[in-house]
């Protein structure tokens, strides 16, 4: 197997992945993206009015994720990214099949990620769209060899966890 270069934190909106995957990327020394930085001013438009994307819509937005992946992985620069992954095709397009991308998919249920929505304020996704999320979600299945991990702790727990799961040295925290 190769050596993991790109991490994907995946997981319905209001999952955590955020949160989750900037704290690995900083426990591991990689570069952090967050794949709502991708979305183009449109699709940012329809979700902060409340409307889901369609498949069409998220096209691009994918797309561009699977690209800066792909340049990391040339570059040789380890790196996390977030992005819903929603569905089966999605996450096989933003991993294309290339070793060195590890997928790893954050569990929670409805109930608790609706009460973590209703506390942010800042972001453009609706909780109203939570539903629409849950509905196109496609779990992963085994065959996927996506990573499940419980986000049912502390974010730094969640992070051990995938840190664990994915066999992972860690950097030393400074003294």
Not at 30 to 55: E, K, Q, V, Y
Not at 117 to 131: K, Q, S
Request: proline share 6%.
């Amino acid at each position: 197997m190769a050596e993991t270069l790109v991490i994907i934190v995946m997981g319905v909106s209001g999952s955590g992945k955020t949160t989750v995957g900037a704290r690995l990327a900083e426990r591991l020394g990689w570069d952090f993206a967050d794949a709502d930085d991708f979305h183009t001013p449109g699709n940012i438009a329809r979700m902060s009015a409340g409307i889901p994307l369609t498949d069409t819509e998220r096209e691009p937005w994918l797309r561009s994720i699977a690209e800066w992946i792909g340049g990391r992985l040339e570059s040789a620069a380890p790196a996390v990214v977030t992005c819903s992954g929603l569905k089966r095709r999605y996450r096989e397009a933003l991993a294309g099949g290339r070793p060195g991308v590890a997928r790893v998919f954050l569990d929670e249920g409805h109930d608790v990620i609706a009460r973590r929505m209703e506390r942010r304020r800042e972001h453009f996704f609706r909780p109203g769209l939570l539903d629409s999320q849950f509905r196109d979600l496609e779990r992963p299945t085994p065959d996927e060899g996506v990573v499940t991990v419980a986000n049912t702790g502390t974010p730094e727990e969640t992070v051990a966890a995938i840190v664990s799961e994915l066999g992972l040295e860690t950097t030393p925290a400074e003294s």
